[in-house]
């Protein structure tokens, strides 16, 4: 185990240079409450104390050193906590857990804590990660992700600095080279078929990016919770690639090792099963009985696709009891959103003037305003009549179909001079804690009480009325909703001539 932190010194110190100091700080809190909470279970357990294993101090090294390097300093304490106790010692302590305790730490960092997990602006450095960049479509420098020049956590970062630790272990045969080899492979072929990018580059910064080569190479290779035959461990490395480039690909986050580390974890039982070689003496099956079909030994699988189908069957005749009584709630959700959007409005009506726009506005293909706005549609819009029948605005309702997790549909309230009214979402389907902080007023009244023409999106504090400061973290989600209103304004203005 010494040896294995004394590999994760070089991406340590390179994320400390980095960092600056506070890193340092983390990654200390991070192992020394790893340290302590192992020594106290085991005090309070009456179990022999196993500090001095070592397994304690790499579980805190590498949580820590997956973490963003702006987390207040609870975050790590905590999480070394849930690591060490919940996920190692309640299982029976060091070869005994079914998950890496580091890994899972932080995924339970992630989902209790996301807002705090994804900020990675440090002061004088740029706080989007590579993944980010990438997700956006845009051009990434090989050379800076390479030495480490970039956003992201504390010892991810430099991937020349990962490399010299992962090469040490493999000189020291204390891992093998199936997993990460293994890994790397099925995952470059993987984004190679499958990427949102193109060529060699966009592979080759896929690799360098996030957390891939220090979960290939010290994580993936846990002693633990990683296959011990060759034909597990090639088995278990392509397996991590392709889940991997799965949740990155198509998942609602751009990263997806530490899930892909932690599913794999949970099949390498079955992995063993299944590589495990025919012992000496025995044919080939000869320890698991008798061949043949037997009822009895899939009695299990017939009672699991049993149920599922009556499952299915009920899901199916629930959702058609249910449709009519969903639509009926839409409805009502839409008109209490116009209400809010309009202020002082009593009723709404077709406004043709603004549906001619929108026809001569979209194009064939659907294509609105010659694609200026991204993958834009204008859903409807309706005039806002006072008690008296006396029109006093427009409600407009358009979607994004560029959202990171799905279309992303608002209603707009207008006034007759094109000020914004109110803002509402119908439909939002974006990352808890990060992008679905879209609907909080704090990002919503930015947009409210204006007039321009188009509105700006910038990362650091608006300075100007048509400025939009976008959430941090969801780049493409504040983007995605920036355009939808500057399409609806585009609306208003041309129905106005």
Known sequence: MYNVALALLPATAFGVYRFGLYALAIVAVSVAFALLSE????????????????????TGLLL????????????????????????????????????????????????????????YAVDGISGATPLAALAEGQQVNLAQLFIGFTGGCIGEISTLAILIGGIYLLLKKI??????????????????????????????AQLCSGGLMLGAFFMATDYVT????????????ILLGVLTGVLRTFGALPEGVSYAIIISN???????????????????????????????????????CGITLVAGLALGGIYQLTKGPIEKAELAAQAEAYAAV????????????????????????????DGQFGGIV??????????????????VNVTSKEGFGGDITISLGFDEEGT??????????????????????????????????????????????????????????????????????????????
């Open 342 to 369: 309009c202020p002082g409005a009593e009723s709404f009506d077709v406004d043709e003037t603004l549906e001619a726009a929108i026809a001569s506005l979209t194009a064939e293909d659907g294509t609105v305003a």
């Open 226 to 237: 990683s296959p011990i035959t060759k034909k597990g461990k090639i088995v278990y490395g």
């Open 39 to 58: 020594y106290v279970f085991q005090k309070l357990a009456g179990q022999k104390v196993t500090v001095s294993d070592g397994s304690a101090l790499v």
């Open 378 to 395: 204008y859903e409807s819009a309706y005039a806002a009549l006072d008690g008296s029948g006396n029109r006093t605005g427009c409600v």
């Open 175 to 204: 891992i093998t080279w199936e997993i990460p080899v293994c890994y790397l492979v099925s995952f470059a072929i993987f984004e190679l078929i499958f990427g949102k990018g193109s060529g060699i580059t966009f592979v080759l």
């Open 266 to 304: 949970l099949l390498v039982p079955l992995i063993e099963k299944v590589t495990m070689p025919t012992a000496f003496g025995y044919e080939n099956g000869a320890l698991e009985g008798k061949k043949g079909f037997s009822f009895a030994a899939y009695k299990s699988a017939f009672t699991l």
């Open 64 to 119: 820590g050193l997956n973490l963003p390097p702006t987390v207040p300093l609870w975050i790590p304490a905590l999480g070394s906590i849930f690591a060490v106790i919940f996920v190692k010692q309640f299982f029976g302590g060091i070869g005994q857990n079914f998950m890496n305790p580091a890994l899972g730490a932080r995924c339970f960092l992630l989902i209790s804590f996301t807002g705090i997990m994804s900020d």
């Open 420 to 497: 914004i009214t109110g803002m509402e979402f119908l439909t939002i389907n974006e990352t808890a804690g990060l992008g679905m902080r879209a609907e909080e007023e704090s990002f919503r009244s930015q947009f409210v009480g204006d007039n321009v023409e188009a509105f700006e999106l910038t990362k650091d504090a608006a300075s100007s009325d048509d400025q939009i400061q976008a959430l941090s973290g969801a780049t493409i989600t504040s983007n995605a909703v920036t355009n939808a209103v500057n399409a609806a304004l585009y609306l208003v203005n041309s129905a106005a001539q």
